[in-house]
């Protein structure tokens, strides 16, 4: 199991080419992806996020690649013709204006397209290799990280489903009681409403409560709770990503937990029905958690 939070990073050297790949991530339903990678290698960021969607199942996720030194990726350029025509045309203009201030290196040098950077095609191609060893290094700190973290979540999950079974047993125990309480309650008020001279018969009698102790009935939800906390351990014990399972699991056990409230209106079973709720609340926020 890991978590959906995370942070790792990497660097590299190679070729005179220095990259750093920063990785953070938090929670989120889907996959957010949001890459930045340094202008010379903005053309393989379609290849980055294929290596990143390939690791990464959930979470926001923020990708920054920074690159210490452009040089080798877009050596700088001189366009002497370019300033040579910039140095005709201020001349030019200082004779028009009639100026007595010369012309400055510092003056050309300011101008567009004297000093120009191309990123270098063969340069970048060999940078692609350095790139993505850079972002797989970060990822699998990243991977470690939400590693670690899973395991406290994996055992924190467990703890709420051990709690969980608690609860369903206390109230498994309790609904005989419960059931035999209505049935009793019923022959009681129907023997004082009806009196000595009531031609009820005992077989509508032993229907009604056939229908009580029915509706009263909770054995299938409570069975489907079993089963449910069978899947949250299995869950947790899976090496794949389970969070939208997970979540999914999460909202079953409230179907049930609310279909037994709905069915009992024991004070006992109420209480535990309320602990079961808050319970799987917990167990529910940690899901977040999970990818």
């Known amino acids: 199991m890991r978590s ?12 005179g080419l220095a990259l ?14 949001k890459l930045r990678l340094p202008d010379e290698l903005s053309a393989l960021e379609a290849e980055v996020e294929v290596r990143v969607r390939e690791r990464l199942e959930r979470g926001a996720v923020n990708l920054n690649v ?3 030194s452009a040089a080798a990726l877009a050596p700088l350029e001189l366009d002497v ?17 009639k100026l007595a201030s010369p ?3 510092d003056d050309i040098a300011r101008l567009p397209g004297v000093f120009r950077s ?21 990822l699998d700190s990243l991977a470690e990280m939400r590693e670690r973290e899973g395991a406290a979540l994996a055992k924190d999950l467990a703890a709420r489903g051990a709690s969980i079974a608690a609860i369903v047993g206390r109230i498994r125990t309790r609904m005989p ?21 009531s031609n009820l018969a005992p077989t509508d009698l ?7 102790a029915d509706r009263l009935d909770v054995t299938e939800e409570l069975t489907r709770l079993d089963s449910h906390l069978g899947q949250l351990g299995a869950l947790c014990a899976k090496k794949a990503p389970v969070g939208r399972q997970l979540d999914f699991l999460v909202q079953e056990f409230l179907r049930e937990a609310n279909t037994i409230g709905s069915k009992c209106s024991d004070a006992e079973v109420a209480h535990a029905v309320v602990e079961l709720k808050s319970e799987i609340e917990r167990l529910r926020e940690q899901v977040q958690n999970v990818e």
């Open 206 to 212: 032993a229907r009604e409560i056939a229908l009580i």
């Open 4 to 15: 959906m939070t995370g942070f790792g990073s990497a660097s590299r050297s190679e070729k």
């Open 20 to 33: 750093r790949a920063e990785v953070r991530a938090v929670n989120h339903k889907f996959l957010q992806l």
């Open 81 to 97: 013709a370019t300033a040579q025509r910039y140095l005709q045309l201020l001349e030019r203009l200082k004779q028009e204006l």
């Open 118 to 138: 191309a990123p270098d095609s063969k340069a970048v191609a060999d940078a692609r290799a350095a790139l993505l060893a850079v972002v797989d290094a970060a």
């Open 66 to 68: 920074s690159l210490d």
């Open 177 to 197: 009681t419960v059931v035999r309480t209505h049935q009793e309650n019923l022959h009681k008020r129907v023997a004082e409403l009806l009196g000595p001279g």
């Open 103 to 105: 012309v400055t290196l």
